[in-house]
């Protein structure tokens, strides 16, 4: 079953705004034993332990990944993106799965008919007539009060052992395509995780819960033997949500990872125009003399949200927490790295259309190694990246501080 589960009202001291408290009272911080308790409370699910994790921060290689996963599947492929473009990267996944359904692997695909809009009906034709199932999450212009509430997610689940998340759409972007002498900056900047183990069972159930919305037929998932989440490995607590399901949640946990962090709070984010408390959040970690730093992209496909974001700089600056833009591509990554125990991928943004409106996923996980990794490549992007400072934001035109002031405003519409 999804946990945290339809309709559950996550109780007062649990929630953003009252949770911090709890967490910063823990003494060993993120080693604490309390602090996992205190994350499983929250979301209402268990981790799974029994895990092994790969990092990916380059499209070619989690592409091909992918690829190589989808061929080797022996029963069942669930692929759900945001996009899912008719380029070569998609009509490669097409080539996969086709010839995965031509050799008796049940392969069903969802998309979301906002983010794939561009996508051809001949291609969505070419699909079904593969023997491929698929549905579009909210086609457009039809019931129309839905239309703001979009499938944002990011999965691949093989045979439910093996499964993929992240950032990663399925599109040429990313690089899988490119070749040798692309120029820089042609390819965007994301992460994407691989995971083999229990938690790739409840990513199938993650990817039910669309499936069924978007009007697939239910099908049977049998339950999870509980000694397979007991096993030795990467502990992992999937933060999956939905309008009015799991928002509230997900929301709570990030910010008791920032409340419990005691050495460093790393984020890397693409779209970023948080709620006050967020603000508030960050801001008293580093206050507490915790080195929290922000990753933001210096180059964007969607300027106005770049701009939103720039109106949440100078109350950050002022409160000790260092704030950098990425420069050599569009960056569009979602991750988090604290005291390098705790990591987190995923397809979550720190705005508001993540919190409100969005299907998300992600995966967070308890794992020094995996900390370690992130830690590192967070500090090689920071190497191309330029630090923004408070004298010289103060220095801004009026021009420029007016226009991202009415960005701001504009961030819950965005």
Not at 357 to 365: H, P, Q
């Amino acid at each position: 079953m999804l946990r945290p589960a339809p309709g559950r009202v996550l109780p007062p001291e649990l929630r953003i705004g009252q949770v911090e408290r709890l967490a910063e009272g823990l003494t060993g911080g993120i080693e604490d034993p309390g602090f996992e308790l205190l994350l499983r409370r929250i979301d209402g699910a268990p981790f799974f332990g029994g895990n092994q994790v790969e990092v990916f921060f380059d499209g070619r290689a989690a592409f091909t990944a992918m690829r190589d996963a989808v061929r080797a599947a022996r029963e069942e492929i669930l692929l759900e993106s945001y996009i899912f473009k008719d380029d070569s990267t998609g009509r490669s996944f097409l080539h996969e799965t086709k010839a995965a359904a031509e050799r008796g692997v049940k392969v069903r695909v969802l998309a979301d008919a906002l983010g794939s809009y561009e996508t051809s009906e001949a291609f969505w034709k070419e699909m079904a007539d593969g023997g491929i199932e698929y549905f579009l999450f909210h086609p457009l212009f039809e019931r129309m009060w839905y239309q703001p509430f979009r499938d944002h997610r990011k999965i691949l689940v093989i045979d439910r052992e093996l499964a993929f998340t992240g950032g990663m759409n399925i599109g040429e972007e990313y690089g899988s395509w490119r070749r040798k002498r692309a120029k820089p900056g042609e390819t965007w900047r994301d992460t994407h995780v691989r995971i083999q183990g229990p938690a790739a069972w409840e990513m199938a159930v993650v990817f039910s819960e669309g499936w069924v919305h978007a009007g697939g037929e239910p099908f049977p998932i049998e339950p999870l033997p509980i000694e397979a989440i007991e096993a030795p490995g990467v502990r992992v607590l999937l933060l999956d949500s939905r309008p009015k399901r799991g928002q509230a949640e997900s929301a709570a946990v990030m910010a008791a990872v920032a409340a419990a962090a005691r050495r460093n709070l790393w984020i890397t984010n693409a779209y970023f125009a948080p709620g006050r408390r967020a603000l508030e959040v960050l801001g008293e970690a580093a206050e507490r003399g915790v080195d929290v730093r922000l990753l933001l992209p210096g180059k964007t496909d969607v300027p106005i949200a770049r701009r939103a974001g720039h109106g949440y700089y100078g109350a950050l600056l002022k409160r000790g927490v260092r704030i950098f833009e990425y420069q050599p591509a569009i960056l569009h990554a979602k991750t988090l790295v604290a005291d390098g125990r705790v990591s987190l991928v995923g397809s979550t943004n720190l705005d508001f259309r993540s919190f409100l409106f969005n299907a998300e996923c992600d995966l967070l996980m308890m794992d020094e190694p995996t900390g370690a990794l992130m830690e590192k490549a967070f500090l090689t992007d920071l190497e191309q990246s330029t630090e923004i400072l408070l004298p010289d934001w103060r220095r801004r035109s009026w021009v420029r501080k007016a226009g991202d002031r009415v960005a701001r405003w504009l961030s819950p519409l965005l």
